[in-house]
């Protein structure tokens, strides 16, 4: 399965990809044993490759609050699993995706497919950006490049703000070139 998805997903079939592994991503549920998902929980990378590819296709597809719902799903059986679970690290699999994506789109005539690309993953950072301002820089700065990605400077902006309200210079000296370059 997990070859096959990556084949259609790399070739931007985000709906193969999804019909693929949203069966196994189904069989999966926290709290109920079953022989594929003792599989999954001996062979980690397998388990998160499955899981991003339904969170990106279904992300791409237009479908985020279904992506939404496999994220958690995802988060759940890590920890059910004592797999890590990071956030972050997803975050930066999906940009790069995107950015292919993206990139593809841009060279297309029909620009309804690139507006509904930016759409759906502006509305996936809307959904993942922190409620509390206080989450760690390294994560809002990521939230803050994922959103220039896909040319919402905006939202940048008022993360900064936000989080360091009229001084950037609290930053750490570690983060501070990367935050005055945003």
Same mark, same amino acid.
């Given at each position: 399965? &997990?070859?096959?998805?990556?084949? +259609? &997903?790399?070739?931007?079939? &985000? !709906?193969?990809? %999804?019909?693929?592994?949203?069966?196994?991503? *189904?069989?999966?549920?926290?709290?109920?044993?079953?022989?594929?998902?003792?599989?999954? *929980? !001996?062979?980690?990378? /397998?388990?998160?490759?499955?899981?991003? =590819?339904?969170?990106? !296709?279904?992300?791409?597809?237009?479908?985020?609050?279904?992506?939404?719902?496999?994220?958690?799903?995802?988060?759940?059986?890590?920890?059910?699993?004592?797999?890590?679970?990071?956030?972050?690290?997803? /975050?930066? +699999? !999906?940009?790069?995706?995107?950015?292919?994506?993206?990139?593809? /789109?841009?060279? +297309?005539?029909?620009?309804?497919?690139?507006?509904?690309?930016?759409?759906?993953?502006?509305?996936? %950072?809307? +959904?993942?950006?922190?409620?509390?301002?206080?989450?760690?820089?390294?994560?809002?700065?990521?939230?803050? %490049?994922? =959103?220039?990605?896909?040319?919402?400077?905006?939202?940048?902006?008022?993360?900064?703000?936000?989080? %360091?309200?009229?001084?950037?210079?609290?930053?750490?000296?570690?983060?501070?070139?990367?935050?005055?370059?945003?």
């Amino acid at each position: 399965v &997990y070859s096959k998805a990556r084949d +259609q &997903y790399n070739k931007a079939d &985000y !709906s193969k990809a %999804l019909g693929l592994v949203d069966p196994v991503i *189904k069989q999966l549920d926290v709290g109920k044993a079953s022989g594929l998902k003792t599989t999954l *929980k !001996s062979n980690e990378p /397998l388990f998160n490759a499955l899981m991003g =590819y339904g969170l990106r !296709s279904l992300i791409q597809l237009g479908r985020v609050p279904e992506g939404m719902k496999v994220l958690k799903k995802w988060e759940e059986l890590a920890k059910e699993a004592g797999h890590a679970f990071n956030l972050k690290s997803i /975050l930066k +699999q !999906s940009i790069g995706a995107m950015h292919r994506q993206i990139r593809l /789109l841009r060279e +297309q005539p029909d620009k309804s497919k690139l507006n509904n690309t930016i759409d759906s993953f502006n509305q996936f %950072l809307d +959904q993942i950006t922190p409620k509390d301002k206080d989450e760690d820089l390294a994560f809002l700065r990521l939230l803050c %490049l994922s =959103y220039s990605s896909i040319g919402k400077h905006e939202k940048c902006a008022n993360l900064i703000e936000e989080a %360091l309200p009229g001084d950037i210079d609290k930053v750490k000296v570690a983060n501070r070139k990367m935050w005055k370059v945003l």
